[in-house]
T-cell receptor
Framework: EDQVTQSPEALRLQEGESSSLNCSYT??????LFWYRQDPGKGPEFLFT???AGEEKEKERLKATLTKKESFLHITAPKPEDSATYLC??????????FGTGTRLQVTL | EAQVTQNPRYLITVTGKKLTVTCSQN?????MSWYRQDPGLGLRQIYY???????DKGDVPEGYKVSRKEKRNFPLILESPSPNQTSLYFC?????????????FGPGTRLTVL
């Protein structure tokens, strides 16, 4: 059974204070690892897909990396508008996504 | 605008009263899926569909039904809702079958069963 564990559950940063979110996973035949952003009361919004160990993708202040066991979402010099819950999900050989419970990020001035 | 729409957005009902939550996408996506999101449990898949007339159970299918008669629509049916189905529901779609395509999510339906 595919499993995803995200840490920490919650993270509070000051504006400009860089940090990383962790996503540990076990999956049979990784077909993709996904990062989503979710704002309160809204549907998840797609950020990145990573397919193989060593792959990296960047978007503005966010950078996602992937190893064989985990993925990191690095947030560089965050701003208050980066406050959200960040979800990690994996797709294995079955036609479905397995999600972690997310990291709730709060960025303060 | 490419999007996934859900209706209603909010629903309060009583135990046993049948209800349907509609989901529609305008992106000609093959794959559609329903999730429920509960505090501490994350997003869990209820049912998915790889194409018209093809549906399959996800992780938590009990108490739910789905149908896929048209490519764009994927309604979620609760024949006899119970309080433990109170949750936030999301519909999602992706271009192709298989997990290696990003899923686009609808805005969510908050359901309360009294």
């Amino acid at each position: 059974e595919d499993q995803v564990t995200q840490s920490p559950e919650a993270l509070r940063l000051q504006e400009g204070e860089s940090s990383s979110l962790n996503c540990s996973y076990t999956v049979s035949g990784l077909r993709g690892l996904f990062w989503y952003r979710q704002d309160p009361g809204k549907g998840p919004e797609f950020l990145f897909t990573l397919y193989s160990a060593g792959e990296e993708k960047e978007k503005e202040r966010l950078k996602a990396t992937l190893t064989k066991k985990e993925s990191f979402l690095h947030i560089t010099a965050p701003k208050p508008e980066d406050s959200a819950t960040y979800l990690c999900a994996v797709a294995g050989t079955a036609s479905k996504l397995t999600f972690g419970t997310g990291t709730r990020l709060q960025v303060t001035l | 605008e490419a999007q996934v729409t859900q209706n209603p957005r909010y629903l309060i009902t009583v135990t046993g009263k049948k209800l349907t939550v509609t989901c529609s996408q305008n992106m000609n996506h093959e794959y559609m899926s329903w999730y429920r999101q509960d505090p501490g449990l994350g997003l869990r898949q209820i049912y998915y569909s790889m194409n018209v007339e093809v549906t399959d159970k996800g992780d938590v299918p009990e108490g739910y039904k789905v149908s896929r008669k048209e490519k764009r629509n994927f309604p979620l049916i609760l024949e006899s809702p119970s309080p433990n189905q109170t949750s936030l529901y999301f519909c999602a779609s992706s271009l192709r079958t298989g997990g290696n395509n990003e899923q686009f999510f609808g805005p969510g339906t908050r359901l309360t069963v009294l």
